[in-house]
């Protein structure tokens, strides 16, 4: 399945800050075919450092969607029976307007000028397409981690554009450890002389802070048994004491691996926005409670988590779910089992394959009659 | 108890890697009085960024010692029973010879020149710092988190020289993860451009690098819990939405605190070896497996491990317990539960206290028969 990404332009994209951003560009692809009846799409949110690219093979780099494990013909979301759509977030720099852009009004790249970006904006965006593509109702939403969030947001804002809505390994709110995560990777960017305030675009990028970052964000995304069976104490190209600042041991080399490959595909200041917008984001805000704010949601959902996920713990996804049920909404629950820690989203397609094939059966079934 | 710290000189010091390093300091204190046997000595062993100043006020700057809730009159370690010593380790930067000091053979600091250090290593320099002061057998050698690593190095490295060994948040050798969370400080560290090769002495310190990696290592020494306490999600100095790169939430503006106050009494490259130190400790290399280790350990163990740490988890504690068992050597073990995380062993004195007293007391018995 060879795929190429299409890009949308909007007049404009109205933020939560008060600012309005005139054009909008957004990048997006498609996997099915969509029905007659327009009734069989489903939209798929991407987590902090996805993008369009979801499914399939990229005709461009040959490379395979970040979740090609689970969209595809006979696969959880069956592009055989469903039209599934992922679109690259606001403030992101995979094809979608961001602070890499071109701010039209000074003819120059937007860096940390370009406005603060919500969830709820980069949702409010996701809507504009679907509503361009002539779709009135999604039958689903899904996506894991921040991806989550924004199948959250998707619920309250539009809850009559979705019939069902999938969040995975995600949160409602980040926690002080969540927050404390996205702030030690946004300091090393920071710190990075490189990043000089943002304006880098016609110099180097700072990678070595981001790299830094990224390193601490592969560690979170693992788990202490995956970690120990994907490395353990391994040292690397030689089987004695070997004492210097190189990369002795085969974790520590993997991580410089991950990270400098993360700096050839990201714009670090798209880092920056995107973590604060997950830091920000917080489903009961303006609220008294989640129950409170989630009621808004009409959606039935299928929320689930996974046991090794120490970043997004179950414990989160058991309060959205409880929030849900004291409003007596339609929830199914599941928490996976897993080594992989928050990556298991990604790679644990078995069971959570499964899980989503009959959700979206049923809900077709729901919204059929 | 207001103290002030020592220091003793010693022509050399053999280190694992062949190098001797001639002459080397030791920067030390010592709470309570050496009985005429001098059977009532107990060694603290101290953490990553500790040093020798364990307890009491220091004479210097007025400030307690790391460990002063556990050591002094009637507290965990009674000073008015034992006789307690708490030394800087080799390649520390708190008055112990390190990278930061000077090379006799150029007369420059040593940088990274400086040899590789291992905590067998430490323990070797602390064991001239004992028999210095005349003690041919240690009640008790204790200590928590790296600390506790040196315990475990002196009871099979010693075994004659210790009656018992208290190992507390410990492992005898690192995992993956410990491993890829110290190489992400590494990596801060060294990507500041001040670190410049290490050689920074006489020009502005890697201060932004290490930093970053002080805040990496304030998370892990927390728990998701005691964060969620301390912090949640308040915000700092404004309850509305303030979209930018300073510290919106207090999280962070906490963990840019405790970086920059670390930059001021840690020096980058002591950091690197220390560090460096910790992820090639393995107390069973050598050995078909870590039991056929230590049961050259002759000492009674108290282990202590707490429910939040999950850094050091208990389940790198028992292990240790059941390599000890398996020998049939006296262990004791307790988890102890705590919120705090890593950093329990420094703040949870009440059971810690108790457990340490009676068992330290039993020992005392034994001894004296």
Known sequence: MIVET????FDSLALDCGVTLSPVDVAYETYGALNAEKSNAILITHAFSGDAHAAGVSKEDGKPGWWDNMIGPGKGFDTDKYFVICSNIVSGCRGTTGPG?????????????????????????????????????????SG????????????????????????IATTARHSAMQIAFNEVG???????????????????????????????????YMSDESMRQKFGRRLRDRDKFGFD??????????????????????D?????????????????????????SIERATARFLVISFTSDWLYPTYQSIE??????????????CELPSNYGHDAF??????????VRGFLAQTLKQVSK
Chains 1, 2 share one sequence.
Do not use: C
């Open 268 to 292: 670090a200041n798209s880092y920056l926005y995107i973590t604060k917008a997950m830091d920000y984001f917080d489903l009961s805000q303006g609220f008294p409670s989640l129950a409170a």
């Open 101 to 141: 852009s071109i701010n039209p009004a000074t003819g120059k790249r937007w860096g940390i000028t370009f406005p603060g970006v919500t969830v709820a904006d980069m949702v409010r965006l996701q809507k504009m397409l679907v509503d361009h593509l002539g779709i009135r109702k999604l039958l689903s939403v």
């Open 144 to 167: 894991g981690s921040m991806g989550g969030m924004q199948v959250l947001e998707w619920a309250v804002s539009y809850p009559d554009s979705l019939a069902s809505a999938i969040p």
């Open 346 to 355: 990604l790679v644990e397609v078995g069971e959570q394959s499964e899980m």
């Open 6 to 9: 299409q890009f949308a332009r």
């Open 186 to 220: 946004r300091q090393a960017v920071m710190f990075d002389p490189n990043w000089n305030n943002g304006d880098y675009y016609d110099s180097q990028p700072p990678g070595r802070g981001l790299s830094v970052a990224r390193m601490v964000g592969h560690i979170t």
């Open 245 to 266: 600042f190189s990369a002795d041991f085969e974790v520590e080399s993997y991580l410089r691996y991950r990270g400098n490959q993360f700096v050839d595909r990201f």
């Open 320 to 333: 959205i779910v409880s929030a849900l049920r004291s409003r007596n909404r339609d929830v199914a629950f």
